[in-house]
């Protein structure tokens, strides 16, 4: 309640709060109030006497102590001479009960600090949040200090959290140990406070943040569940330089390495990886054949059914590729040639037949596995991205076939070429991709518009990856299609991952995978041919 | 990083006064602390205060749970449930990122409305764009028997009652408008879907009744 409002209660109307101030300072109030008590509600004046006189009332007395020292006209002489002396008071103004007892000094006093302290305490005042293990820095606004009549003040309780407050600047620093929403005690003075005169406090909660990092629990999944499979897994494929004729013209040819690690949301629950990738390098004809896939969340043996649908292809591939190598080696000698419709055709049929039959493989043995074990197949759903690629003296051959959210590019560091092999499922709502397990995706005109094939000079990198790592790298479909943000994905990865000197570089892109990315914790899976 | 917003839709008229707001500003209090405790909704659950008594009143706008401050509650007035909506509609709109090509927005807001008794002013019409905006799950709560359950049963096929509005009652409601979220926010990080009904929401405690 304002002094105006306050006023208005006992029948005094005021435009403005700041009249209201004005009209107290003035030493005709005593008539004016006089000439206004009359008009007064009769049961105000019947109902407040001094004994009922209720805490509001108490409190407007005290506010209008501690207002009238801001006012340069004395106002003492309104509230201790002309009242004190006036004898013939009214009931009205019993309401400033105190009036009618002369107050000594030290009563006064002791109502303007009252008054100070309740001001203060009503007064929305809160500590700014602070995260665990982070340098925290909080100003006490001066206008707030000033505006208040604060002096000195000071906080109890900050230095058990490794907090200080420090007087100079009114800055409470330092770097909280310890989460949780502690009771801070802040104690203050007027500012004309004096020995003797009352110090006040006020109760604050300084709420201190954990580390989200350490809320995450690494609850290893349990081994009797059906189809368990362990909660990370990587490899390394040296291919190594492969000697001329007698030993000369040594070429260098390119390695293989994947990693899949559990997502942190599955390992805080101690739920199984639904990731899964597997890869191939056929010596003989040299294909090489990796493929990544990512068992739906939703799904419960969705592990699974990545897990097939990595063998499967690498299963069908590597049968498929000894048959028909030779055959699709002249195919591509010959689209290479000419890039006719015709011959590009030929490859894409023959294409067909390899990855085809693996993406038709991998369904029907998710779907026996799904027989077999009493459960639907959507129980299974998976997302399946699998290139194969080789080297020929015109440069690489790269075919692929992806289905589901993720992605597959070709990447090239010196020329800044980027060819992604497909389309992401992502659609417009989140987590409505597509799956192998939809029966609609191994239909043969589905499979063919989801083939991929081209011919690429060199690159530094073929990448294939689930969504764990394209969501928080590339977040929109959109960006996929951009240089800049494989340029950032492989100067990120390389920091950490030695691709440079043909060692086995899985462990290192095992613990690149735990990349903290926040509200991106799903499972991680990346396979690169380099 | 894609958000998931949580709005509080909670009534503040006059009837409220006393235990009922003071249950509600500690069911906030309990609802914030938990979250805070739970890695899923600390990083991705934003919350929103919006307080309705003679008009509404967004006190807390869109926030990290991380910074999230206490705001201060008063009970006075009447229950303007239709402004409430209208405001939400609109704060919704301009808090709430959009799809793009460059980015992925925002997850579907989870709504949670409070009120004790009947809407005084023009609903229908805050009804109406409340509708024209894409929310997730929205939960409507009749605390008391004085607060009318049809025409929260016209905002949301989720509609629960409390006895009464007891602040042991309010905190159980509390309670689970918290587990709500966690499991949504759960859900959106281990699996990428989002919580669509209220058989996917944790079973409700026996304070708090499901209405049909």
Sequence with gaps: ?530 | MRKLPVYLLLDTSGSMTGEPIEAVKNGIQVLVSSLRQDPYALETAYLSVITFNTNAQQIVPLTELSVFQMPDIQATGTTSLGDALSLLAKRADAEVTKTTLEQKGDWKPLVFIMTDGEPTDDWRKGLAEFKKQKFGIVVACAAGQHANTQVLGDITDVVVQLDTADSATIRAFFKWVSASVSLGSQKIESSGQEVTGLSELPPPPPEVNIVV
């Design chain 1, 1 to 530: 309640m304002t002094i105006k409002e306050y006023l208005e209660s006992i029948g005094v109307l005021f435009e403005t709060n700041e009249e209201a101030l004005r009209f107290l300072n003035q030493a005709e109030v005593i008539d004016f109030l006089s000439a206004k008590k009359d008009n007064l509600p009769k049961e105000a004046d019947e109902t407040k006497s001094d004994e009922t006189r209720n805490p509001i009332d108490e409190n407007i007395i005290e506010e209008i102590f501690y207002v009238e020292e801001d006012i340069p006209l004395k106002s003492s002489d309104l509230l201790d001479d002309p009242l004190a002396e006036d004898t013939s008071k009214t009931d009205d103004m019993a309401k400033f009960s105190d009036y009618s007892v002369p107050m000594n000094e030290d009563e006064k006093q002791q109502a303007r600090d009252n008054a100070f302290a309740e001001t203060v305490r009503s007064k929305h005042f809160t500590l700014q949040n602070a995260k665990v293990n982070q340098p925290y820095n909080f100003s006490v606004d001066p206008d707030f200090i000033q505006a208040n009549h604060i002096g000195e003040f000071w906080f109890d309780g900050l230095e058990a959290l490794g907090l200080e407050f420090d007087k100079a600047d009114n800055t409470i620093k330092g770097i909280p140990t310890k989460s949780g929403d502690h009771k801070i005690t802040w104690h203050y003075r007027h500012i004309d406070w004096t020995e003797g005169r009352p110090t006040f406090q006020r109760d604050l909660t300084l709420v201190v943040n954990p580390d989200p990092r350490s809320l995450w629990n690494n609850t290893p999944t349990s081994t009797d569940i059906p189809f368990y499979k362990p909660d990370c897994d990587k490899a390394f494929r040296k291919v190594g330089a492969k000697s001329g004729f007698l030993g000369l013209r040594k070429e260098e040819r390119k390695d293989m390495v994947a990693a899949s690690q559990r997502g942190r949301s599955h390992a805080h629950g101690g739920s199984p990886r639904d990731d899964d990738f597997a890869f191939h390098f056929d010596e003989k004809n040299e294909w090489y054949v990796l493929v990544v896939a990512d068992g739906a969340g939703s799904a419960k043996y969705s592990r699974r059914g990545s897990e097939i649908a990595c063998h499967t292809t690498i299963d069908v591939c590597r049968k498929a590729l000894e048959v028909s190598s030779d055959n699709l080696e002249q195919l591509i000698a010959g689209f290479k040639k000419e890039d006719s419709q015709e011959n590009r055709k030929k490859v894409g049929d023959l294409i067909y037949q390899v990855l085809g039959a693996a993406v038709f493989k991998s369904y029907k043995n998710i779907e026996e596995e799904a027989k077999n074990s009493d459960s639907e197949l959507r129980d299974f759903s998976t997302t399946l991205l699998m290139t194969i690629c080789k080297k020929f003296k015109f440069g690489w051959f790269v075919a692929s076939f992806w289905v589901g959210d993720g992605g597959i590019g070709i990447y090239d560091k010196n020329t800044q070429f980027l060819k992604v092999m497909g389309e992401p499922d992502g659609g417009e709502f989140a987590g409505q991709t597509r799956f192998l397990t939809m029966p609609e995706i191994i239909q043969p005109a589905e499979i063919y518009r989801r083939l991929r094939f081209g011919l690429v000079d060199d690159f530094t990198a073929l990448v294939l990856m689930t969504d764990g790592i394209t969501d928080p790298k590339f977040e929109t479909d959109a960006n996929l299609m951009r240089i800049e943000k494989w340029n950032s994905l492989w100067e990120d990865l390389s920091k950490e991952v030695d691709f440079e000197n043909d060692v086995d570089c899985s462990n290192q892109l095992l613990a690149w995978l735990d990349f903290w990315s926040p509200g991106n914790h799903d499972d991680r899976t990346i396979a690169i041919l380099y």
